[in-house]
């Protein structure tokens, strides 16, 4: 079955530390991965999209990885701001123009 | 700001009757998407249109429809709404169908339906 799974559920830091959010997908055939943050409210904004050869792309402070044979993904977020706090969603697509949404991992970051 | 746009922002309407939400896609792009959201959940595939046409679809019963207008712009209609069907719709154009593409894929604000 199609699955993207992402941990942890929410996740509470304080400002200026690092975290990684865990995305673990088992759809196929595989044809890319995304990674979205959505604030409260708002529609999802795409940080970075990986296709099967790539498996580390970084956009600020925002780095992510994936390990195709694994079928895992993982966004870290480096020297958080209070700004970061947000739903970080992995998207995964599919059989050419099927796409899986996890639930998203909730971040909060606290001064 | 993606240049997506949603309308309405909030709709509040009565299980049983028929919705109709808007999304105007970004200029030049041809493919339009619509996802549910519940509370707390991730977005749930429900259609995609590429050029006027239904191109996926996903879990989603007949009384969600959709269509796309020439100037790509598109509608999602819900007939004989229920409970469950409160949630956020969001809609994202992209310049080609994004499955099978690394194209970017820009969402709108979202429309806040509540059926009570």
């Known amino acids: 079955k199609n699955q993207v799974e992402q941990s942890p559920q929410s996740l509470i830091i304080l400002e200026g530390k690092n975290c990684t959010l865990q995305?673990?997908?088992?759809?196929?055939?595989?044809?890319?991965l995304r990674w979205y943050k959505q604030d409260t409210g708002r529609g999802p904004v795409s940080l970075t999209i990986?296709?099967?050869?790539?498996n580390t792309k970084s956009n600020g402070r925002y780095t992510a990885t994936l390990d195709a044979d694994t079928k895992q993904s993982s966004l870290h977020i480096t020297a958080s701001q209070l700004s970061d706090s947000a739903s970080y969603i992995c998207?995964?697509?599919?059989?050419?123009?099927?796409?899986?949404f996890g639930a998203g991992t909730r971040l909060t970051v606290k001064p | 700001e993606t240049g997506v746009t949603q309308s309405p922002t909030h709709l509040i309407k009565t299980r049983g009757q028929q919705v109709t939400l808007r999304c105007s896609s970004q200029s030049g792009h041809n493919t339009v998407s619509w996802y549910q959201q519940a509370l707390g959940q991730g977005p749930q595939f429900i259609f995609q249109y590429y050029r006027e046409e239904e191109n996926g679809r996903g879990n989603f019963p007949p009384r969600f429809s959709g269509l796309q207008f020439p100037n790509y712009s598109s509608e999602l209609n819900v007939n004989a709404l229920e409970l469950d069907d409160s949630a956020l719709y969001l809609c994202?154009?992209?310049?080609?169908?994004?499955?099978?593409?690394?194209?970017?894929?820009?969402f709108g604000p979202g429309t806040r339906l509540t059926v009570t």
């Open positions: 990986m296709t099967f050869s790539e």
């Open positions: 994202a154009s992209s310049l080609v169908p994004t499955g099978h593409s690394s194209y970017e894929q820009y």
């Open positions: 995305c673990n997908y088992t759809v196929s055939p595989f044809s890319n």
């Open positions: 998207v995964v697509s599919y059989n050419n123009n099927d796409m899986r």
